[in-house]
């Protein structure tokens, strides 16, 4: 497996007022002015290039969040672009996007055109041959491709994979339901098959507050009761490809 540094800080205690653009929505962290930013939740490259003019979410988060983050999202969508059809007219943009970045000759100047074709090399490595759909470690809704012929696959970490996730839930969480995530809930990301996401929307579509941003961007969030513990569901429907789902539950709470 690979090596992943998470946050070099603990969460904090959450802020008594949450709205308060000195406190970090991600690690819950006070800090100063000059330490703080205003973060896109998900990226402004994640959404289609056809994505009307719509509100994308936006919180306050400290510098090191931001970057951590950053440099994540930069990563990720670098290999998922690999994943996505690069014909469709709502995700083809996407994909154009993460070849220009590691093409050497699109780099300006002699420093970028080498990052570039660095990216390009170490990319290379993270390719391999999927000879089954039911392989360890593959994405139930990339499996689409496998069925029509694919059989190259890009190593993508999970813990980055989870830890974007877990970021998107903590940013809508604090915009849609007005409150951080508190320090005594955890954030569990789900990878779960279509037949397995479809019995959870049957159980709860009916439920769940759905919110559009474009064609490429779906959230539907529910507030379900188990044993008297409150938790959030939330399931994401990315570029209608990259769909999965998140809980948010009291620690320990089973």
């Known amino acids: 497996g690979s090596l992943f540094f998470h946050l070099g800080f603990r969460i904090m ?7 308060d ?4 929505t991600y690690c819950l962290g006070r800090f100063s002015e000059a330490e703080m930013t205003v973060d896109h939740v998900i990226a402004r490259g994640w959404f289609p290039a056809n994505t009307p003019p719509v509100a994308k979410w936006k919180v306050p988060a400290c510098r090191p969040c931001n970057n951590h983050y950053s440099a994540i999202e930069r990563d990720l969508i670098g290999r998922i672009a690999f994943c996505l059809d690069r014909n469709d007219p709502n995700v083809g943009p996407i994909v154009e996007r993460a070849l220009r970045a590691i093409d050497p000759d699109a780099g300006k100047g002699t420093k970028d055109t080498t990052h570039r ?3 390009k090399e170490a990319l290379r490595t993270e390719f391999g041959t999927i000879s089954s759909k039911d392989a360890l470690g593959v994405l139930p809704y990339f499996l689409d491709s496998f069925d029509e012929g694919s059989r190259t696959g890009v190593r993508i970490p999970a813990a980055s994979l989870d830890g974007l996730v877990e970021k998107w839930v903590r940013g809508i969480h604090f915009i849609e339901m007005d409150k951080v995530v508190p320090a005594d809930y955890d954030v569990s990301v789900q990878h779960v098959d279509e037949e397995t996401r479809a019995e959870i929307l049957a159980m709860i579509g009916k439920h769940a507050i759905v919110i559009q941003k474009g064609p490429g961007v779906e959230v539907k969030i529910v507030h379900v009761e188990e044993a008297g513990e409150f938790i959030t569901v ?3 429907n990315i570029w209608n490809t990259f769909r999965c789902t998140a809980s948010v539950e009291r620690t320990n709470s089973q």
Do not use: E, G, M, V
């Not at 205690?13 to 709205?19: A, E, L």
């Not at 653009?21 to 970090?24: A, I, L, N, R, T």
């Open 13 to 19: 205690t959450p802020p008594d007022n949450p709205s």
């Open 21 to 24: 653009s000195k406190y970090c």
């Open 117 to 119: 074709r660095k990216r």
């Open 234 to 236: 939330y399931l994401f």
